[in-house]
C-alpha cells in the first residue's frame, strides 16, 4: 500500500496544476476516509489468511490508477 501510496501522491504532484493541488488532495483524503467504514466491513468478513483480500485490494489499486488517469485527462 505506501508504494502505491508514495508513487500515486508523486505523480499527482508533477502533474496536476499547483493551485489545484490542495482541492485534489483534499478529494483524495474525503474519499479515503468515506471508504474507511466500508472497507471495514467487507474484509471483517474475509479470512485474512487467503489471497483473495490481497486480489481485492490489488484490484482496487488498479481501477483507482485507471480511474485517476482518466480524470487528470479530462482536468487538461
Known amino acids: ?3 502505491f501510496n508514495v508513487q500515486m ?4 504532484q508533477s502533474t496536476i496544476e499547483k ?3 490542495g482541492r485534489v488532495f483534499s478529494i483524495i483524503a474525503f474519499f479515503a476516509l468515506m471508504l474507511m467504514p466500508l472497507g471495514t466491513v467487507v474484509f471483517s468478513y474475509f479470512n485474512f489468511k487467503t489471497l ?10 488498479l481501477l483507482t ?5 482518466f480524470a487528470l485527462k479530462s482536468l487538461k
Open 19 to 21: 493551485e489545484y493541488l
Open 65 to 69: 490508477c485507471i480511474l485517476l488517469k
Open 1 to 3: 500500500m505506501t508504494i
Open 9 to 12: 501522491l508523486s505523480y499527482l
Open 52 to 61: 483473495l483480500v490481497f486480489g481485492v485490494v490489488g484490484v482496487g489499486d
